[in-house]
């Protein structure tokens, strides 16, 4: 904002022009995430509403990452208790408030700004959570902010939602704050206190870790936002406190657990069933508790559209799906975009906009006679297994496409090392088969090369052959990311070895160009990671600290790129992902087609009736039956995909029944996986090495 002097007549009579003081700097991305934060663990732990309740940010400017923010303590759900308590009782609740916060940081969310050109539409959607007079300088109710047709609004999913009268920019996910710390010990001014007399205020002077963590730059994040403000509608509307409150903030295992026991104990002692309205939502809950997303697990019905709110990404949609096909099989390199895309199997994206962007100007460039280097590399990897199913093979599958459609390098990195680190075993006799998983690599890599990359443009390492390479910028990684980020991140417990502990930097490393001076020698190239959405936490935390590990001129500014993709459900089940430790869940790249044959017809679970005449009464199920979600995978047609589908959901027609479309399935995988082997078995070790 800024402030004018008034009018000063001059001698003559005549009036000076009117003097415009510039107001002060907008506080940093690390103040104005971290103040967000804390807005919402106060807000939590007192048991205060939002909105209506905070002044402004008050950033320090002669000490960077560090501001004041305050809270009311009126009509909130603790203020009795608040009042009678001493100084000693308010340090306790200060530092409550603290570690909510820090919760917050340790579950790395994301964290969504959109700029809102009709404060009518804001209020819609958050109602009173923005309405902040103190903070807006007007009343937002009336439509006013800063301007009188505008709103900032800042919103962390299940945490708080802010008006951010500043237009502050903010960091893209909670993670990379590092730490918040309250200071304690003096007065209201330069301290963290609770007044409970005539002002009645928590009083908050905290500090960020990461004080120069990088702002993401503003994008259209209307629609995340707009699912968003469901949860904070529900923070609004229920005055939740302490334990209960960091469930909705932090999803923290522990209060997950002191959740599951309220429950218990309440149904162990005699709790009957309520309404129906009651029944719903229980169950409900429940369900949301039954998906579990995360680099390592992933269990329950997953829902996608709450994947994208959860981890602060962007759908795919058809505006940017025509730029692609323009890009791809608009240059003649490809037929058609990729099924994966055209099915929504890849569905979702962190900065493929941008991608789009550099791939249009080299093209336009090329047109024009000027060679450009590529826009952007590809990077892919594996963890290598005794055999590969088609679960591990849809990335790959995607990335060959990609490689072609936008004619750029590649790098896969085989990470030996976190196999052993996860997987490995020791024995006294034998010692440690740490030479077990270089040896599977070898042998994953066959597969790898199978599926159609161009030598001449990828590159295929072992961690335990590369090391030396990376180590420079392993160490920066390091260096860059706090322990509490990397346990929040990744849920290390005090039983993860050293080594658990440390591999998220060397899965990174290969998200910077310069971890590849030879076979890239370009350390402006942008990264592009082809993945699904359960690995996005390792590449979260990366992008939050990428600034740091490449030039200035950088255009992602060091960020990798990724699109995500859904995950390919396990034979039992549409639900969860596909795994190697269970046999039957799986298709494997080895089987024989008597063996796919057996799985299919066995094991894959069925969205059909229970009987013909109710099968062609009802229909199947296409979203629970698993032969047809896989061919949705693997069956190049549309049309005949649709027919299929209209067929088998109607119970009439060429596949009305389950076993007519599991036959189709059958025969899809026995062309695939024979075409595959021969492919494979060309392959020695001596080519592997080439690559």
């Known amino acids: 904002m800024s402030s004018e002097q008034p009018a000063v007549e001059a001698a003559d009579g005549t009036k000076k022009e009117k003097k415009v003081r510039p107001g002060p700097p907008p506080p940093s991305a690390s103040v104005t995430s971290a103040a967000a934060v804390i807005r919402g663990a106060m807000a939590a732990v007192i048991g205060q509403k939002l909105g209506g309740t905070c002044t402004a940010i008050q950033p320090i400017l002669s000490e960077p990452g560090t501001a004041k923010v305050t809270m009311s303590i009126k009509n909130c759900e603790r203020e009795e208790e608040i ?61 006013k902010g800063n301007d009188d047709t505008s709103v900032d609004v800042i919103c962390i999913p299940g945490v708080v939602a802010m008006s951010n009268p500043t237009h502050g920019l903010v960091c893209a996910t909670t993670g990379g704050l590092g730490k918040i710390t309250f ?57 939740v406190t302490n334990e209960a409150a960091k469930i909705s903030i932090a999803k923290a295992k522990e209060a997950a657990k002191i959740e599951e026991e309220k429950k218990n104990t309440s149904t162990s002692e005699g709790g009957g069933g309520g309404g129906g309205g009651a029944a719903e939502g229980e169950e409900e809950k429940d369900t949301e508790k039954d998906m579990v997303v995360d680099p390592w697990t992933v269990t329950g019905k997953i829902d996608y559209d709450k994947l994208i709110v959860q981890f602060g990404s962007v759908r795919i949609d058809d505006v940017l ?114 030479m077990h998983f270089k040896n599977l690599t070898v042998e994953n890599v066959k597969d790898i090369i199978a599926c159609g990359f161009d030598k001449d443009k990828t590159f295929i390492f072992s961690d335990l052959d590369y090391m030396g390479h990376m180590y420079p910028n392993i160490c920066r990684i390091w260096k860059a990311i706090t322990y509490s980020q990397a346990k929040g991140c990744f849920g290390f417990e005090g039983g993860s070895n050293i080594g658990q502990s440390a591999f998220p930097a060397i899965q990174a490393a290969p998200s910077f160009p310069s971890t590849f001076s030879v076979p890239l020698d370009n350390d402006l190239l942008p990264c592009l990671i082809p993945c699904a959405i359960d690995q996005d936490p390792y590449f979260r935390i990366t992008r939050d600290i990428a600034h740091k590990l490449v030039p200035s001129t950088h255009p992602l500014k060091g960020k990798p790129a990724l699109i995500h993709a859904k995950f390919f459900p396990p034979l039992q089940g549409a639900e969860g992902k596909m795994s190697s430790s269970d046999d039957n869940s799986a298709i494997f790249l080895t089987d024989t087609p008597e063996a796919i044959e057996e799985k299919i017809r066995t094991h894959a679970f069925s969205g059909g009736q ?35 589908g209209d067929s088998y959901s109607s119970g009439k027609g060429a596949y009305w029944s389950t076993g007519l479309v599991k036959a189709k399935l059958i025969e899809i995988l026995k062309e695939l996986v024979n075409a595959h082997q021969v492919k494979r078995n060309s392959i020695t070790d001596e080519e592997v090495k080439e690559w």
């Not at 916060?101 to 009518?120: C, R, S």
């Not at 993401?216 to 509307?237: M, R, V, W, Y």
């Not at 005794?386 to 896969?412: I, K, R, Y």
Request: charged share 25%; with cysteine; hydrophobic share 40%.
């Open 321 to 434: 799906m025509k730029r692609i096909e323009a890009l791809t099989v608009g240059t003649g390199r490809t037929k058609a975009v990729h099924r994966f895309l055209r099915r929504n199997i890849f569905f979702s994206h962190r900065d493929l906009i941008k991608i789009c962007d550099l791939a249009e100007k080299r093209q336009a460039a090329v047109a024009d006679g000027s060679p450009m280097p590529p826009p952007f590399y590809l990077y892919t990897g594996r963890g290598p297994s005794n055999s590969m199913h088609f679960g591990h093979l849809v990335p790959f599958m995607m990335t060959q496409w990609l490689q072609e459609a936008f004619d750029v390098p590649l790098v896969v990195q085989m990470t030996d090392d976190e196999k052993f680190l996860w997987k490995g075993e020791y024995s006294d006799k034998t010692g440690d088969n740490l």
């Open 83 to 143: 009042r009678a308590s001493t100084p000693e009782g308010h340090a306790v609740i200060l530092k409550e408030i603290e570690m909510a916060a820090n919760d917050v940081l340790d579950a790395n969310l994301a964290i969504l700004q959109h700029n809102f050109t009709d404060v009518k539409q804001a209020l819609d959607l958050f109602g009173d959570a923005i309405t902040d007079e103190a903070a807006t300088g007007k009343s937002a109710k009336k439509g």
């Open 610 to 644: 229970e009987t013909k005449a109710l099968q062609e009464k009802l229909g199947a199920d296409l979203e629970k039956d698993v032969a047809y979600q896989w061919l949705t995978f693997f069956m190049e047609d549309d049309e005949e995909l649709k027919a299929i």
């Open 183 to 239: 200071s304690f010990g003096g007065n209201a001014k330069n301290s963290s206190v609770i007044e409970v007399g005539k002002k009645a205020m928590v009083n908050i002077k905290f500090t960020v870790t990461n004080a120069d963590v990088e702002a993401q730059e503003p994008t259209d994040q209307f629609d995340a936002l707009s699912e968003a403000s469901k949860s904070i509608h529900g923070l609004n509307e229920n005055n």
